[in-house]
C-alpha cells in the first residue's frame, strides 16, 4: 500500500489550497480514509476523515467549516480541500487509509497506511 500526498505550498493567510492523496497497490473504496497534520514542535494531530463511500466526514474542530474532505474511488484519491487558511494551519499535512469503513475512527491508530506528508505554509 502506497499513499502520495501532494498540493502543498505557501500561501498567504485566507487563501485556499488543496491537496491531493493517491493510493495504490490495494482497493481502498471499501475503507475510511483521513488526513493528520504536524506542525512544528507538536505531535501529530488529526484534521479529517472520509467514510469509505465518501457519503459520511468528520472533522476536527480547528477545521470545521473550513476545510472539506472528498474523495474519488474511481480514481483511489482522497482530496482535502482548505480555505480561510490561517498561520496556525502550517504543518506537514498527512494522508492515511483507515483500518474501517466508518469515518468515526480517528485516532492513530484506527490508520494502517501513511502517505510521506506535504507542507502547507500560510504566511500572515
Known amino acids: 500500500v502506497q499513499l502520495q500526498a501532494f498540493g502543498g505550498g505557501l500561501v498567504q493567510a485566507g487563501d485556499s489550497l488543496r491537496l491531493s492523496c493517491a493510493a495504490s497497490?490495494?482497493?481502498?473504496?471499501?475503507?475510511?480514509m483521513g488526513w493528520f497534520r504536524q506542525a512544528p514542535g507538536k505531535e501529530r494531530e488529526f484534521v479529517a476523515t472520509i467514510n469509505y463511500s465518501g457519503g459520511s466526514t468528520t472533522y476536527a474542530d480547528s477545521v470545521k467549516g473550513r476545510f472539506t474532505i472528498s474523495r474519488d474511488n474511481a480514481k483511489n484519491t482522497v482530496y482535502l480541500q482548505m480555505a480561510s487558511l490561517k498561520p496556525e494551519d502550517t504543518a506537514v499535512y498527512y494522508c492515511?487509509?483507515?483500518?474501517?469503513?466508518?469515518?468515526?475512527?480517528?485516532?492513530?491508530?484506527?490508520?494502517?497506511?501513511w502517505g510521506q506528508g506535504t507542507l502547507v505554509t500560510v504566511s500572515s
Open positions: 497497490g490495494g482497493t481502498f473504496s471499501n475503507l475510511a
Open positions: 492515511a487509509v483507515s483500518r474501517y469503513s466508518s469515518d468515526y475512527h480517528y485516532t492513530e491508530r484506527a490508520f494502517l497506511s
